[in-house]
Structures are given as C-alpha cells and as structure tokens.
C-alpha cells in the first residue's frame, strides 16, 4: 500500500468515526429534546433515516478503495 493511499484510508475511517461521534450527540440531543415534547416521531424518523444513509456512504467509500 503506497503512503498517499494509507494517508486516503486512514482519513476515510476518521470520517467514519467523526461521524458516528456526531451520530451519538444528535441522537441524545433528540432523546433531551423527546423528553419535552418539542419533537416530532416523523423528524426523528427522517433524521434518523439520513444519519443512518450518510453512514453508510462513508462506509462505501471506505471500501471502495
């Protein structure tokens, strides 16, 4: 494995971390929020729902290299 190509994958698993780190506050902000009713099953659905296709995408582009 050539340096540039280590450097691409190891910047590719810290967007994958930095990501589910963010995941982890959004989703305890929404849980806070839930607890005063100031959100909607449908906006935690969508949200969740885009947290979850982002994800997958950075996982994508992990493996395609």
């Known amino acids: 494995m050539t ?3 280590a450097l691409a994958v ?5 967007n994958i971390d930095g ?3 963010m995941m982890d506050s959004i989703e ?3 849980r806070d929020a ?3 009713c100031m ?6 659905d969508k949200l969740g729902n885009l947290m979850v296709n982002e994800l997958q995408r950075l996982q994508k582009v992990l493996e395609d290299m």
């Open 10 to 14: 190891a910047r590719a698993l810290d």
């Open 3 to 5: 340096r540039d190509k």
């Open 34 to 36: 839930e607890d005063f």
């Open 19 to 21: 990501f589910e780190s």
């Open 39 to 44: 959100i909607s099953a449908e906006f935690k």
């Open 28 to 30: 305890a902000a929404v």
